[in-house]
């Protein structure tokens, strides 16, 4: 049915910028929640970002004042800006967005490397 696809990733050096992108492939109707994960070799799955339907943001501490969760509701897409880029953000990144009441749906995943 829905299927959700990132792009946006690639490398970038330190203190550079990239925005992700997740497009639906249609419009999600009853959305609560959607979100920014990420995922670094050997590490656990970590929470980057949320954006509620009323438009409540939170983030990690490690993103905060950094990132910025956007959506487009026209477009059926939700972004993240990141600015000021870290080597520690090296991770691919996923994007989620969960209905109310059923299951959510994810995207593939898109790699973002930060290196000199």
């Known amino acids: 049915q829905v299927q959700l696809v990132e792009s946006g990733g690639g490398l970038v050096q330190p203190g550079g910028s990239l925005r992700l992108s997740c497009a639906a492939s249609?419009?999600?109707?009853?959305?609560?929640?959607m979100g920014w994960y990420r995922q670094a070799p050997g590490k656990q799955r970590e929470l980057v970002a949320t954006?509620?339907?009323?438009?409540?943001?939170t983030y990690a501490d490690s993103v905060k004042g950094r990132f910025t969760i956007s959506r487009d509701n026209a477009k059926n897409t939700v972004y993240l800006q990141m600015n000021s880029l870290k080597p520690e953000d090296t991770a691919v990144y996923y994007c989620?967005?969960?209905?109310?009441?059923?299951?959510?749906?994810w995207g593939q995943g898109t790699q973002v490397t930060v290196s000199s």
């Open positions: 989620n967005v969960q209905p109310t009441g059923r299951n959510g749906y």
């Open positions: 249609r419009r999600i109707i009853g959305i609560s929640v």
């Open positions: 954006l509620t339907s009323s438009g409540s943001t």
